[in-house]
């Protein structure tokens, strides 16, 4: 009787530690979508003005990443090239290459530093749509 009690509290501590690792692994497993749907969550609204060559978002001027994404992402309503230009706090300007990105969530830059500064050019002309970064 005694060693029958003691095997069921040892397999019911075995149960409980092996669900406390899948918890902990399910836990981890779901933390990335969640931090990309935060990030996306708080994409601005944009719509590109006609500057020069390309189309440009902001109009004029620049904007500051934040802590909220660690890309900039962009989702716009027709298939443009787009480009990140940043806005060094050492003066001039410094443009990444084209990336093309269609009607679905894109990447315009990558492992962007929070607080850098940017705009946005469009190779194909006017677009709207949605920016996170």
Do not use: H
């Not at 601005?44 to 802590?67: E, L």
């Amino acid at each position: 009787m005694r060693i029958r009690s003691r095997t069921i509290r040892v397999l019911t501590a075995a149960a409980l530690t092996a669900g406390g690792l899948t918890a902990a692994t399910t836990a981890t497993a779901t933390a990335a979508p969640v931090a990309v749907q935060s990030c996306l969550g708080s994409a601005k609204s944009f719509r590109t003005t006609p500057v020069g060559q390309y189309s440009r978002w902001p109009a004029s001027g620049s904007v500051t990443t934040t802590s909220n994404c660690n890309d900039i992402n962009v989702k716009g309503t027709y298939g443009s090239d787009v480009r990140a230009c940043f806005l060094p706090s050492g003066g001039g300007t410094s443009c990444n290459s084209w990336r093309y990105i269609g009607s679905e969530w894109g990447l315009a830059a990558t492992d962007v530093k929070d607080g850098t500064k940017f705009y946005l050019e469009f190779a194909d002309g006017f677009d709207y749509g949605s920016v996170a970064y």
